[in-house]
């Protein structure tokens, strides 16, 4: 069975610093995995995805991930945070069943401070 | 409307009280999906539907939970006799994307609570 494990729940940076949100997957065969972002009162939005091209991903907004086979990871990056990157972030994995299925983790929220 | 619009945006409801919850998908999208996001927790799947069949609804809690689609378009979420663990943002989201495209369109969810 797919899954994916965010490795924090809260994650607090400075403005102007990088950000690093961490996941990890489990799936028993090559995963499509995803990144949104969750802002307050708003719904969910595609931030980046990775299915099977190159392994390193880059999103809108300046965010990327790198796609780690033998690390069985998929961390979100970003140089600079800026003040709108205040938001949920849900590291996502594509489940078995021929369509859509998104296993979503547990989400990290991420601060920024001026 | 342009995105997933779901409706109502609150509903406060007592224990033993049935709920409805409605998702209009983007005009098109085949594929329709309820999610369940509870406080601290991530998105719990519950429904799958493509056109107005449901192939997939291994993810409803139990049998107080139905939903169903006419039309190829809107659906409606049904909670019978509801509980306070019923409590929770409920999300829909619609997609005409293949296999594992991954871009489902989310709207701003149903918050529901439970007294």
């Known amino acids: 069975a797919q899954s994916v494990t965010q490795l924090d729940s809260h994650v607090s940076v400075s403005e102007g610093t990088p950000v690093l949100l961490r996941c990890n997957y489990s799936?028993?065969?090559?995963?499509?995995l995803f990144w949104y972002v969750q802002h307050p009162n708003k719904g969910l939005q595609l931030l980046l995805k990775?299915?099977?091209?190159?392994?390193l991903v880059k999103g809108i907004n300046g965010f990327e991930a790198e796609f780690k086979k033998s690390e069985t990871s998929f961390h979100l990056t970003k140089p600079s945070a800026h003040m709108s990157d205040a938001a949920e972030y849900f590291c996502v994995v594509s489940g078995t069943g021929g369509y859509n299925k998104l296993i979503f983790g547990a989400g990290t929220r991420l601060a920024v401070h001026p | 409307g342009a995105g997933v619009s779901q409706s109502p945006s609150n509903k406060v409801t007592e224990k033993g009280k049935d709920v409805e919850l409605r998702c209009d998908p983007i005009?098109?999208?085949?594929?329709l999906y309820w999610y369940r996001q509870s406080l601290g927790q991530g998105l719990e799947f519950l429904i799958y539907?493509?056109?107005?069949?449901?192939?997939?609804k291994s993810g409803l809690p139990s049998d107080r939970f139905s939903a169903e689609r006419t039309g190829g378009s809107v659906s409606t979420l049904t909670i019978q006799r509801t509980q306070q663990e019923d409590s929770a943002v409920y999300l829909c989201?619609?997609?005409?994307?293949?296999?594992?495209?991954?871009?489902?369109?989310f709207g701003e969810g149903s918050r529901l609570t439970v007294l």
């Open positions: 005009s098109g999208h085949t594929a």
């Open positions: 799936s028993s065969y090559s995963p499509s």
């Open positions: 539907f493509q056109g107005n069949s449901a192939p997939d």
């Open positions: 989201a619609s997609t005409s994307g293949g296999v594992n495209t991954g871009e489902l369109f």
């Open positions: 990775y299915t099977s091209a190159a392994t």
